[in-house]
């Protein structure tokens, strides 16, 4: 039992360690470990959308200031940040995601930004518009594939 539960922990747990500390270890290092516990494809180039990135995804206009993907046969997420320059950058995301196909799930929206989720089939989409300290205004798309 305690095995199980150590394997569903060590997966999040090194695919959160790579993304968050890919300025800290080479590319090349937190690759392999992430690949090695995860057991499949993994980009972490950073300053790009992913190669493997779904052209069923639209992304706002934006300059691109983070990218990664991790992921197997069974599952794959991306995760892509965006400068956006407002915070109503979140209207552009809604607009182009429901003109994909997408369905609303969830939105919540202030002052400060907004979050929302999509879904159509095989993909799940969360955007956060927020403000950043070093970069203004963001959105953040994480995307995630079930086979």
């Known amino acids: 039992m305690w095995r199980g539960r150590r394997a569903l922990v060590a997966v999040p747990l090194a695919v959160a360690v790579a993304l968050g500390s890919a300025g800290a270890l080479s590319g090349c290092a937190v690759g392999g470990l992430v690949r090695e516990v995860a057991h499949g494809h993994v980009d972490l180039d950073g ?6 990135f779904p052209n069923a995804v639209p992304l706002v206009r934006g300059r691109v200031l983070y990218g990664a993907s991790a992921g197997s046969s069974g599952a794959t997420i991306w995760n892509v940040t965006i400068r956006v320059g407002h915070p109503g950058a979140l209207d552009a995301v809604d ?51 079930r086979r």
């Open 47 to 52: 300053r790009s959308v992913p190669s493997d």
């Open 95 to 145: 607009a182009q995601l429901t003109g994909a196909g997408f369905q609303r799930r969830t939105e919540h929206r202030t002052d400060k930004g907004g979050t929302a989720s999509f879904a159509k089939a095989p993909f799940s989409v969360l955007v956060v518009v927020a403000r950043d300290d070093a970069h203004g205004w963001v959105a953040n798309y994480t995307v995630t594939r």
